[in-house]
């Protein structure tokens, strides 16, 4: 037989297939071609009285010609547009659970159960229930099935996964990016998407990228975002934070200078690749219809993503990762971590991870330059006792109050020094005005002017590292520091104090 023609014309020809009963009397209608068992015993079984006519004209959708050839998701939305504002009140409450659950995986039953548990939601009322009803209201949520708009729609699943997100997981990872989806795809306002994790790698990257126009805390915080070894949990890190963040950003930066010189691609290539462009699934694992076009064509998400629609489909063009997930900045940072400890003897050591000789020397030589600097700054540092400011105040006022004298007094004192120093001049004595007995006094004349410090000590049945002490802590209030240092056992006046000292002591 050539075609489908020939087998036709040989059947009718056939006097006694023409002349059957069977073939001149049946009656055929459009069937679906198959029928799941649950929807046979749905067609035998007939409603009680009680059943919402709303609700059996929703069922006697599924039959018709049209959603015999149309998707699940097209049957979806016809059905949850023509039940959106349907209300029920079923006492009874049935268990359901299915795979990308739509009105027609139920039951009558399990149907009316879940309209009455909707209604609930749409009052407020957050009631336990299974799993694959929540994930229908989502479905008709992202479909605005039932909300006035796409912000409405977005509130109510963002409310809904955070009364049921935290004791369902599962629900919790597939709303969450749905949620985000819905922006892009209705055109919501970009600041929502600040609640996923997007912007929070993408920020991380963006500071990457340009290092020299952020500060090293928020190289540091970049740093962490995309590192998959947690620094800040380090118990090195909890005792030499400051340290350990600048090593960390100083190595990053010269290890990216290294790579810029040396390498084919940059540090932050290697990291974090390049910005590539993949297919995005709008509203992955959902039942969506995707009949209904989207508003938008091209969403700029932040400076190193966007979204783009070409031809139906969704495109992303971006950098791949997550936040809290890169293992080579993760790599990074535990060298860090293992190496500052060496060079710290820290009490508990971390084993060093896989990491080139490059990158292990740049660590170590960081470290150095870090200890080196601490070291510097530790020999230079002054310490002030703020709580002996009051003495020093008080010592400043007396030592004022000697200077500024009347100028007929000062004219007569200087006539009475002279008349003494006529009459006697080898028995003229300096007066001590400082808090320094005799003997101390004259041990920092000796001290000042080049003479016999140890005789000085001597002659009052003292040591001259005593005498320091002594001396050091009784003008410690009026300069607020030591004034005497030992080179080995020679003691020597700080040279930034000595023209004050001898404006203070006379040979």
Same mark, same amino acid.
């Given at each position: 037989?050539?075609?489908?023609?020939?087998?036709i014309?040989?059947?009718?020809?056939?006097p006694?297939?023409r002349?059957? !009963? *069977?073939?001149? $009397?049946?009656?055929?209608?459009?069937? +679906?071609? &198959? #029928? @799941?068992?649950s929807?046979?015993?749905? %067609?035998?079984?007939?409603p009680?009285?009680?059943?919402?006519?709303?609700?059996?004209?929703?069922r006697r959708?599924?039959?018709?010609?049209e959603?015999?050839?149309r998707s699940?998701e097209?049957?979806?939305g016809?059905?949850?547009?023509?039940?959106?504002?349907?209300?029920?009140?079923?006492?009874?409450?049935?268990p359901?659970?299915?795979?990308?659950?739509?009105y027609?995986?139920?039951?009558?039953?399990?149907?009316?159960?879940?309209?009455?548990?909707?209604?609930?939601i749409?009052?407020g009322?957050?009631?336990?229930?299974?799993?694959?009803?929540?994930?229908?209201?989502?479905?008709?949520?992202?479909?605005?099935?039932?909300?006035?708009?796409?912000?409405?729609?977005?509130?109510?699943l !963002? *409310?809904l996964? $955070?009364?049921?997100?935290?004791?369902? +997981?599962? &629900? #919790? @990872?597939?709303?969450?990016?749905?949620? %985000?989806?819905?922006?892009?795809?209705?055109?919501?306002?970009?600041?929502?998407l600040?609640?996923?994790?997007?912007?929070?790698?993408?920020?991380?990257?963006?500071?990457?990228?340009?290092?020299d126009?952020?500060t090293?805390?928020?190289?540091?915080?970049?740093?962490?975002?995309?590192?998959?070894?947690?620094?800040?949990?380090?118990a090195?890190?909890?005792?030499y934070p400051?340290d350990?963040?600048?090593?960390?950003?100083?190595?990053?930066?010269?290890f990216?200078?290294?790579?810029?010189?040396?390498?084919?691609k940059?540090?932050?290539?290697?990291?974090?690749g390049?910005?590539t462009?993949?297919?995005?699934?709008?509203?992955?694992?959902?039942?969506f219809?995707y009949y209904?076009?989207?508003?938008?064509n091209?969403?700029?998400?932040?400076?190193?993503?966007?979204?783009?629609? @070409?031809?139906?489909?969704?495109?992303?063009e971006?950098y791949?990762?997550?936040?809290?997930?890169n293992?080579e900045?993760?790599?990074?940072l535990?060298?860090?971590?293992?190496l500052m400890?060496?060079?710290?003897?820290?009490k508990?050591?971390?084993q060093t991870?896989?990491?080139?000789k490059?990158?292990?020397?740049?660590?170590?030589?960081?470290?150095?330059?870090?200890?080196?600097?601490?070291?510097?700054?530790?020999a230079?540092?002054?310490?002030?006792?703020?709580s002996?400011l009051?003495?020093?105040r008080?010592a400043?006022?007396?030592?004022?109050e000697k200077?500024?004298?009347?100028?007929?007094d000062?004219?007569?004192?200087?006539?009475?020094?002279?008349?003494?120093?006529?009459e006697?001049?080898?028995?003229?004595?300096?007066?001590?005005?400082?808090?320094?007995?005799?003997?101390?006094?004259a041990?920092?004349?000796a001290?000042?002017?080049?003479?016999?410090?140890?005789?000085?000590?001597?002659n009052?049945?003292?040591?001259?590292?005593?005498?320091?002490?002594?001396?050091?802590?009784?003008l410690?209030?009026?300069?607020?520091?030591?004034?005497?240092?030992?080179?080995?056992?020679?003691?020597?006046?700080?040279?930034?104090?000595?023209?004050?000292?001898?404006?203070?002591?006379?040979?």
């Amino acid at each position: 037989m050539k075609n489908i023609d020939d087998l036709i014309e040989l059947i009718m020809g056939d006097p006694k297939l023409r002349e059957s !009963k *069977t073939l001149g $009397e049946k009656v055929y209608r459009d069937e +679906p071609i &198959l #029928k @799941r068992a649950s929807q046979l015993v749905r %067609d035998i079984v007939p409603p009680k009285d009680d059943t919402p006519a709303q609700l059996m004209e929703m069922r006697r959708m599924v039959y018709s010609p049209e959603a015999q050839w149309r998707s699940r998701e097209w049957l979806f939305g016809k059905q949850g547009s023509f039940m959106a504002d349907f209300e029920d009140d079923f006492e009874k409450e049935v268990p359901f659970e299915h795979y990308f659950p739509t009105y027609n995986d139920m039951t009558l039953e399990q149907q009316r159960t879940y309209f009455t548990w909707r209604t609930c939601i749409r009052r407020g009322e957050y009631r336990d229930i299974s799993l694959s009803y929540i994930f229908v209201y989502i479905y008709e949520l992202i479909n605005l099935i039932g909300v006035k708009n796409p912000r409405e729609g977005y509130d109510r699943l !963002k *409310t809904l996964l $955070e009364h049921y997100g935290e004791i369902q +997981p599962k &629900l #919790k @990872r597939f709303a969450s990016a749905w949620l %985000d989806d819905m922006v892009i795809y209705y055109g919501l306002d970009i600041v929502l998407l600040k609640n996923s994790g997007i912007f929070e790698f993408d920020d991380a990257l963006c500071v990457l990228l340009d290092t020299d126009s952020h500060t090293d805390d928020e190289v540091f915080s970049a740093l962490c975002v995309m590192s998959s070894y947690n620094a800040e949990k380090s118990a090195f890190y909890k005792a030499y934070p400051e340290d350990f963040r600048a090593v960390a950003v100083r190595s990053y930066k010269v290890f990216s200078d290294y790579y810029g010189a040396h390498r084919k691609k940059t540090l932050f290539e290697k990291f974090f690749g390049k910005s590539t462009i993949s297919v995005h699934q709008m509203f992955n694992s959902a039942v969506f219809c995707y009949y209904r076009s989207s508003p938008q064509n091209s969403v700029v998400i932040d400076d190193v993503r966007r979204c783009f629609c @070409r031809g139906g489909e969704w495109f992303t063009e971006g950098y791949a990762g997550k936040p809290y997930g890169n293992k080579e900045v993760g790599q990074f940072l535990r060298a860090v971590d293992s190496l500052m400890r060496r060079k710290y003897d820290f009490k508990k050591q971390l084993q060093t991870t896989d990491i080139t000789k490059q990158l292990s020397k740049i660590i170590t030589e960081q470290t150095d330059i870090l200890l080196e600097e601490k070291k510097r700054a530790e020999a230079m540092r002054v310490d002030i006792d703020l709580s002996k400011l009051g003495s020093i105040r008080r010592a400043a006022d007396i030592t004022r109050e000697k200077l500024i004298v009347d100028e007929e007094d000062f004219e007569e004192e200087i006539l009475s020094q002279s008349d003494v120093q006529e009459e006697s001049p080898d028995e003229s004595v300096q007066e001590n005005t400082t808090p320094l007995d005799n003997g101390e006094y004259a041990f920092m004349q000796a001290l000042l002017y080049g003479g016999d410090y140890q005789s000085a000590a001597k002659n009052v049945g003292s040591m001259p590292s005593v005498m320091a002490d002594s001396i050091n802590e009784k003008l410690y209030d009026i300069f607020a520091d030591t004034v005497i240092e030992f080179d080995g056992d020679t003691p020597a006046v700080i040279e930034d104090y000595e023209e004050e000292l001898k404006g203070m002591i006379l040979p």
